[in-house]
């Protein structure tokens, strides 16, 4: 029976009965790992053929190397920066994520973000439950028709953000280094150059992988480029966001505010900049929670293990060049 380490734990998602349900009817089963550390889940994924991430410990070369009969690593998430896919593709390992369970719920939170911001909802109603009767001119508000959003990364979620904000009357650009003008125009989004995006958007919401290559993509350099009343959305990756270039930017009043939902480092420390900042909307990394996503996600990590203990593959794999030279069980 091939057996599915759950590596870290997920109190979210126990007690994982739908899930012990489901494997055991694919002649799998689910152990319970509760790693903390590399060590630990070394030690207990001796006998595990996939490994379930859900936040760590990370899944290094060291690991994937120290556990032999590991052929498949799969994320509770759409990120896998958690992975090192490229050491997993050199030693013929399948690496697998949850690429469409929240798409819905990410754009509504990133228009829901947009929308708080851009009508001052947050502001208000911090004065208004401390007894104030702020006036309406107490904060400039442009209505959202005729603004322009501008969209880093036109994925998935970026799509389904950009068919969302142009039913609010938002003009949509966009910028992806991965596609070509006349895909994104198929996806609804007008191509721009970056230094263009930057320079007339009023609302510029990223939606791009973390990289070695996005990693702090939005930083003192791109923040400069910004319009001065611009506002940042961050419901993709933390890290994307130099977040001390941010504070310094937001201080500074180059930028009008921005709204975020993730964060370089979580849980966001109580002495961030961010969390002092009037100007800030903060949510704690919840863009992609529903009753109905959870209940997506449950169902896609199960339907790419099934998938591979019946046919040896998952459509959901990152990395399929490593078909054909997957690791062999000695």
Request: avoid cysteine; hydrophobic fraction near 60%; charge should be positive.
């Given at each position: 029976m091939i057996e599915v380490l759950q590596v870290d734990p997920a109190p979210d998602l126990e007690p994982f009965t739908y899930e012990q349900k489901a494997l055991q009817s694919a002649g799998a089963r689910l152990v319970m790992g509760n790693c903390a550390t590399p060590e630990e889940l070394i030690e207990k994924g001796q006998g595990a053929e996939i490994l379930w991430l859900a936040w760590k410990p990370k899944i290094t070369a060291q690991v994937m190397e120290a556990l032999p009969r590991c052929r498949l690593v799969v994320r509770w998430g759409v990120g896998f920066d958690q992975i090192d896919v490229e050491a997993a593709t050199r030693l013929g390992i399948a690496v697998a994520n949850s690429p469409t369970y929240c798409t819905i719920d990410v754009a509504e939170h990133t228009i829901a973000l947009l929308v708080a911001m851009a009508r001052e909802v947050t502001w208000f109603n911090q004065r208004m439950h401390a007894g104030?009767?702020?006036?309406?001119?107490?904060?400039?508000?442009?209505?959202?028709t005729g603004r322009v959003l501008g969209i880093l990364g036109v994925g998935r979620i970026g799509v389904a953000v950009s068919a969302r904000?142009?039913?609010?009357g938002l003009r949509v650009i966009g910028y992806d280094p991965n596609l070509s003008e006349e895909v994104m125009r198929a996806r609804g989004v007008e191509p721009v150059e970056l230094d263009r995006l930057l320079q007339e958007s009023d609302f510029v919401s990223l939606h791009l992988p973390l990289t070695v290559e996005t990693r702090h993509?939005?930083?003192a350099a791109t923040l400069a480029r910004m319009k001065p009343d611009a506002i940042l959305i961050n419901a993709g990756r933390g890290p994307?966001?130099?977040?001390?270039?941010?504070v310094a930017g937001l201080e500074a009043g180059h930028l009008a505010g921005a709204a975020l939902d993730v964060f370089e480092s979580e849980p966001l420390a109580p002495t961030s900049g961010l969390v002092s900042a009037e100007n800030v909307t903060l949510t704690s990394h919840v863009a992609g929670y529903s009753i109905e996503s959870w209940a997506d996600l449950r169902a896609e990590v199960c339907r790419t293990s099934i998938d591979w203990v019946n046919t040896g593959w998952a459509s959901t794999i990152l990395n399929p060049e490593v078909r054909g030279r997957l690791r062999r069980l000695t």
């Open positions: 104030a009767w702020p006036g309406q001119k107490a904060r400039r508000i442009h209505r959202l904000a142009a039913a609010l993509f939005i930083n994307l966001v130099d977040e001390a270039a941010l």
